[in-house]
Nanobody, 127 residues
Framework: VQLQASGGGLVQAGDSLRLSCTAS????????MGWFRQAPGKEREIVAA????????NYADSVKGRFTISRSRDKNAVYLQMNSLEPEDTAVYYC?????????????????????WGQGTLVTVSS
């Protein structure tokens, strides 16, 4: 199973980026998918999560109104549209696949429920 994340880069504050994550080796259409990030010296944190149908989404308070998570069942992919980027958004962004089908609830924000991880893509926002 591989998750391949892409789309990171160096941008200025106020710019936008779209991260993509494509899965291979298994289908994630019945699994929650998430985007996490880890800034230097900090723990990995949830950015956004989306359930298997795409009907339920949650965001970290710090990105609400600026970021949008979406998924494509056909492409076995998940995306993160990031607008109005801020220097505080600088981090390595990871996509992740949940380990339990049809599970969201109180687990979507916890890394321990995601056994599948992409390699990370670096987002750097300059002021």
């Amino acid at each position: 199973v591989q998750l391949q994340a892409s789309g990171g880069g160096l941008v200025q504050a106020g710019d936008s980026l779209r991260l993509s994550c494509t899965a291979s080796g298994r289908t994630f259409d019945t699994y929650t998918m998430g985007w996490f990030r880890q800034a230097p010296g900090k723990e990995r944190e949830i950015v956004a999560a989306i359930n298997w149908s795409g009907g339920t989404k949650n965001y970290a308070d710090s990105v609400k109104g600026r970021f949008t998570i979406s998924r494509s069942r056909d492409k076995n992919a998940v995306y993160l549209q990031m607008n109005s980027l801020e220097p505080e958004d600088t981090a390595v962004y990871y996509c992740a696949g949940h380990g339990r089908p049809y599970t969201y609830g109180s687990t979507y924000y916890d890394t321990k429920y995601y056994p599948y991880w992409g390699q990370g893509t670096l987002v750097t926002v300059s002021s």
